[in-house]
């Protein structure tokens, strides 16, 4: 059967006598090729027709893998726009697809003993057929999801259902320190320059130290290998005051641990050669930053 908003034909191909057909005569070998050709004579030189779109019919963006509203986890590329009558738009949400904590490391699920920084959202598919109770049919839709996901990346696969086994009690005990060693808390700062110096203790190795001025990263040329050095450039066009340093190491598996200290910076000593290309001081140097010892002090 086929239709224009004019003309309806149809056609049916078989034997009268009700004996089989040949294989290879069937609707799509037989019958459509004389619907089509009473349709192209038919239709020689008409104009062409549209259909008018009935009252009630919308176009209604769903989910392709499910044909459900898509959820907050649906991929934008996994949504279309499908067209309904008013009396089928879906109302269920989708739920093929589900957004689950994992490790980074491995991908697998996280345990008590995880740092919280390697733990990032993915998006899985949340399969659920009835049909999978058969084995032999879950086993292949599992292989063709495997194959997917090693094809594209980006492919959501299965959920992990396995605990991650890159931590442990062991590993959490084992989480690395770190002591700012100079200068002192409290020091007193007049000079341009002024190393840092750190004690670190990280038996599951250690991955980089950082350090800080305030929220300012300080570059640091021993980030990656002992003995993690640094040294920070005080600017003329810094104000005297309080100034925050820190100090972060992250091991191997991702724990971390910090230190922080605070200067008193006076200034730099006069005749300190300047800058010109002196940035902006990354000013936080407050009375209400200052340790109550030090607000007490006269001068401070």
Not at 15 to 24: A, E, Q, R, V
Not at 54 to 60: A, C, D, L, M, N
Not at 72 to 90: K, L, W
């Amino acid at each position: 059967m086929g239709y224009t908003p004019s003309i309806v034909t149809g056609v049916w191909a078989g034997n009268s006598d009700g004996t089989p057909m040949k294989l290879s005569a069937d609707g799509y070998g037989i019958a459509a090729p004389i619907w089509n050709k009473v349709m192209t004579a038919a239709l020689k030189d008409k104009p062409d027709e549209r259909f008018v779109v009935p009252e009630g019919i919308q176009s209604v963006v769903v989910s392709r893998a499910s044909g459900k509203l898509p959820s907050a986890d649906t991929p934008s590329d996994a949504r279309i726009s499908d067209v309904f009558a008013s009396f089928s738009i879906p109302t269920e949400v989708d739920d093929l697809y589900k957004k689950i904590d994992v490790v980074k490391g491995d991908g697998l699920l996280p345990n008590e003993f995880t740092p919280a920084d390697q733990i990032e959202s993915r998006l899985f598919l949340n399969h659920n057929d009835a049909i999978d109770t058969f084995p032999s049919w879950l086993a292949g839709i599992k292989s063709w999801v495997a194959g997917r996901t090693e094809q594209d990346s980006t492919f959501p696969g299965f959920a992990p259902t396995k605990t991650t086994a890159l931590y442990t009690a062991e590993t959490a005990r084992n989480k690395p320190t770190i002591t700012i060693t100079s200068p002192t808390a409290f020091s007193i700062i007049s000079e341009r320059n002024v190393p840092i110096k750190v004690q670190v203790h990280a038996p599951n190795g250690v991955k980089e130290v950082e350090f800080f001025l305030g929220n300012r990263t300080v570059p640091n040329s021993q980030k990656f290998a002992a003995p993690y050095t640094g040294s920070i450039h005080f600017l003329s066009s810094y104000d005297p005051g309080t100034y925050t340093i820190r100090a972060l190491i992250i091991d191997d598996l991702g724990y971390t641990d910090e230190a922080t200290i605070e200067v008193r910076f006076e200034g730099l000593e006069t005749g300190s050669s300047t800058d010109s290309s002196e940035e902006s001081s990354p000013k936080e140097n407050s009375s209400s930053l200052l340790p109550p010892l030090l607000q007490e002090l006269p001068g401070t």
